[in-house]
């Protein structure tokens, strides 16, 4: 069969098209630090802080499910295209402290199964000046140097310092060959705190390492010891003539500035620390080995935050909250034969909940909020809540309704540091239970509204909207692109997300 071409046609018809107005692209403002791909970050001086972005959803038969990001300039430059799975700022979580260096991730083939992914981890600084290879499983970041594992079998661990210069590898030291035979290598790195850490020898000797040099400072005869925090760290020591150990506190001079009195001791936090002459008998003490709380029918817990503590007592009753100046905090509506627990919200109020119930709760101050099931944010004026229905919604401490309850929607305040500037709500439309095991709630189809304290809705759309506080911005994963946006919404980068391809 042949088939011929069409014949030639003219209508005569002419567009003008000067009159529509002219398209501009949502992602204009996007450029690149050179054409064609960017498989991988460049190290560069000239970028300034850089910020990871989603740049590509992948999708199979399962729906979607893996997130590839990048990073980006605060101009909008892209230094590198959506080639990571994950991009997360280093943390050091002894010190509740974020670093100046972001771990990132790949996933690479490995194992004798071509479906296996090996994830192997590398450390960049956050303004892109350097980056390591990929080729580690385990990373730690300590106050002064990042260490980084490359297997859990051996002691191959490079040290680098947070200007992106390699330090040392474990396996050059001298005295790696010393270390216990069954010390695990990742129980070393994680001790890294305030300059040391410690590791077992042969010998039983437990040896404290300068991090930054990876040299031996001190051979001691301690059984165990705490990492070191603010300037002390918790020994334990076996008393002469008998087989009991109990513990005491050593300075960075490793010397003994607290005596060896408690059967445990924790690490120093703000000033305090909690440790236990018995069973039955807990002390909060401060960094002179001085008592500033004793227990003797409970236990002692300091809230993360450093807000307060609470005591748990061992006869079954509520337990007892005190400031961080050690006032007790009553809740005086509270019945007295209903065992209630609280938990800190941070700025020194409590809430807890029963069946009638959520208080919210500080120093002198208290209120009920009958059928609330749970508050989780407050800053004094505003709070996060949750109903019996498990709907929910943002209301003033005077009971004034700024968010209405609603299913299937989660609340963020956006803060100054203090005061919430605005709420956040996410809208996830509800999946037909077939798929409910294979949609992650992330990538539900979404609605998001950026709500003001005055109840003025600045932004909403389709997608999902976060705060990053470290950085000040508010993100929007919306359906066809990912945008950072400034505290009033405007919008400072956009970037189109890939199309989703089968895998």
């Not at 191959?156 to 790696?176: A, K, M, P, S, T």
């Not at 020194?348 to 009638?356: H, P, Q, Y």
């Amino acid at each position: 069969m042949v088939i011929s071409s069409p014949p030639e046609m003219s209508w005569g018809v002419r567009a003008d098209f000067s009159v529509l107005t002219p398209h501009v692209p949502p992602h204009s403002m996007l450029s690149r630090l050179h054409a064609g791909p960017l498989p991988g970050l460049i190290p560069s001086d000239d970028y300034g802080m850089l910020l990871p972005y989603v740049g590509a959803v992948s999708s199979s038969y399962e729906g979607l499910h893996t997130t590839k990001f990048g990073l980006v300039t605060i101009e909008g430059m892209i230094v590198t295209d959506a080639v990571y799975e994950r991009i997360d700022i280093g943390f050091n979580y002894h010190t509740n402290t974020r670093s100046t260096a972001y771990q990132l991730a790949v996933n690479i083939p490995g194992g004798e199964s071509a479906v296996y992914q090996q994830r192997l981890l590398a450390v960049c600084a956050v303004d892109g000046s350097w980056i390591t290879a990929f080729e580690y499983v385990d990373i730690v970041f300590s106050q002064d140097v990042i260490l980084m594992m490359r297997n859990y079998d051996t002691f191959d661990i490079d040290v680098y310092n947070y200007d992106g210069r390699f330090l040392y590898n474990f396996l050059g030291l001298d005295w790696i060959d010393d270390i216990a035979g069954d010390t695990w290598a990742g129980s070393i790195i994680h001790s890294a705190s305030d300059g040391y850490m410690s590791a077992r020898l042969r010998n039983r000797a437990l040896a404290f390492i300068d991090v930054a040099t990876g040299e031996i400072v001190r051979r001691t005869e301690f059984t165990g010891a705490d990492m070191f925090s603010e300037g002390l760290a918790a020994v334990a020591v076996t008393m002469p003539g008998s087989y009991e150990t109990l513990w005491g506190y050593i300075n960075r001079d490793f010397e003994m500035v607290i005596p060896p009195r408690y059967i445990y001791a924790n690490r120093f936090m703000n000033g305090s620390a909690v440790a236990a002459v018995s069973d039955t008998h807990s002390l909060l003490i401060n960094t002179r080995g001085e008592t500033l709380l004793s227990v003797t029918d409970g236990t002692i817990e300091q809230f993360y935050d450093d807000t307060g503590f609470i005591v748990h007592r061992w006869d079954g009753r509520s337990p007892v909250y005190y400031t961080k100046d050690l006032i007790e905090i009553e809740l005086l509506s509270k019945p007295e034969d209903d065992f209630f627990y609280a938990y800190s919200l941070g700025g020194g109020w409590l809430s807890g909940a029963n069946e009638d119930g959520a208080w919210l709760f500080t120093l002198g101050e208290e209120h009920f909020f009958p059928g609330f099931s749970y508050i989780s944010y407050t800053d004094g004026e505003f709070l996060i809540y949750r109903d019996t229905e498990q709907n929910t919604g943002v209301i003033s401490l005077s009971g004034a309704e700024l968010i209405p309850p609603e299913s299937n929607m989660s609340i963020t305040a956006v803060t100054d540091g203090q005061a919430a500037r605005a709420f956040i709500v996410n809208i996830f439309e509800p999946q037909p239970y077939s798929l409910s095991y294979e949609l992650p709630r992330r990538y539900a189809p979404s609605r998001f509204r950026l709500v003001g304290t005055d109840g003025r809705v600045i932004a909403f759309g389709r997608g999902t909207m976060s705060y990053d506080e470290s950085t000040g911005l508010l993100s929007v994963q919306a359906e066809d692109s990912f945008s950072y946006l400034s505290h009033d919404a405007e919008v400072i980068i956009s970037i189109p997300l890939m199309s989703y391809a089968l895998d």
